[in-house]
């Protein structure tokens, strides 16, 4: 495969993009290096993958319609990850400009460049957020997700409906990923684990918010790696029984898939930060607070069409999870515990 990975700097981007050239395929990495969080992560990931040979990287803002138009034109991608956007829930309600620019102009930029230029099969993140209000639990990927909370989740959902417009109109396989917080080694420094590790080791106090009653199916890097490149592999194909009388959301006529990728196992707030105090030999400072808007108490993925599909099930427990991400802090900042 040749491979575009937007977002290849980012914390998915950049194992991605890992394992694609360990796979022996050639990855085209885009990112802008944004501030939104430490640009210095970003740069240090790139160092460890930007000396492979079959690595390439391409400094360029996904909403530059002619620069895009042009990396499409130079490269002739077989396949296309886009893992680029503008994250946060929170951020969303300070800056809702920002996620306009990346998540739905420069998507937009990236279907055309797939439309025009033959790319085989177009994967792309959605968002747990996506489910908004829902509270039949587990999340599954055939309800309906009309009632977003957050522009964050809401410009999600609008590159689901997008990439499906793509696949009807034009044949082009498209398949969208719901991850479920996803933590681990070079993870997000926005991130709850990070912003909770860090400040522990300065012994400083932790913010956890709805006064610690949170459920989050907290997934590990490891296991949205193996997710999505089984879905690279597995190109999103009609489904034969879908109807408009009574339309299944996950699925579609068009060539056209919705997948969950999370643990299916979720993790309540409070056993999350004891495993990371465990690790860390300290205990946390606690600061309870009430929920914060745009977020929602609990989520849980129901993965049986990612088992059906492609053979694959998340299984990292939290305990292991966090206790590599402890490593890999502990060795990136030069801690000692």
């Known amino acids: 495969m040749k ?99 990346s998540n739905i102009v420069g998507f937009v930029n990236i279907l055309e460049g797939c439309r025009h230029y033959g790319v085989e099969h177009f994967v792309y993140a959605s968002s747990s957020s996506v489910y908004g209000l829902n509270t039949e639990m587990p999340f599954s990927v055939h309800d309906n997700v009309d009632h977003p909370i957050s522009l964050y989740a809401a410009s999600k959902k609008s590159n689901e409906l997008m990439a499906h417009t793509y696949s009807h109109l034009y044949g082009l396989p498209t398949t969208g990923l719901r991850f479920f917080t996803v933590y681990g080694p070079w993870g997000r420094p926005d991130m709850a684990l990070f912003l909770f590790t860090k400040a522990i080791v300065e012994d400083k106090p932790i913010n956890v918010f709805n006064y610690g009653k949170m459920l989050r199916d907290f997934t590990y890097i490891d296991d949205i790696i193996e997710g999505v490149y089984r879905v690279m592999n597995n190109t999103a194909t009609p489904n034969p029984e879908w109807t408009g009388a009574k339309p299944d959301p996950g699925t579609s006529c068009a060539p056209f898939r919705i997948y969950n990728i999370g643990n299916n196992q979720p993790t309540e707030l409070m056993r999350y930060i004891e495993v990371l105090e465990e690790n860390l030999g300290k205990v946390a400072e606690k600061n309870m607070m009430p929920l914060q808007p745009g977020d929602v108490p609990s989520t849980y993925a129901n993965v049986d069409d990612l088992v059906a599909d492609v053979g694959f099930k998340p299984e990292t427990t939290v305990e292991e999870g966090i206790g590599k991400f402890v490593e890999w802090f502990k060795e990136y900042y030069k801690v000692q515990c």
């Open 3 to 101: 491979v575009l990975v937007t977002g290849a700097a980012g914390f998915i981007g950049f194992h991605l993009s890992k394992r694609l050239l360990a796979e022996g395929h050639e990855v085209v990495g885009l990112d802008i290096l944004n501030d939104y969080y430490d640009v210095q992560v970003k740069k240090d990931r790139l160092n460890q993958i930007e000396d492979h040979e079959n690595f390439t990287f391409a400094y360029l803002d996904m909403a530059n319609r002619e620069g895009m138009d042009a990396l499409f034109a130079e490269h002739r991608f077989t396949h296309v990850v886009n893992l680029a956007a503008q994250a946060g829930v929170r951020y969303s309600l300070e800056n809702p400009h920002a996620y306009v620019d």
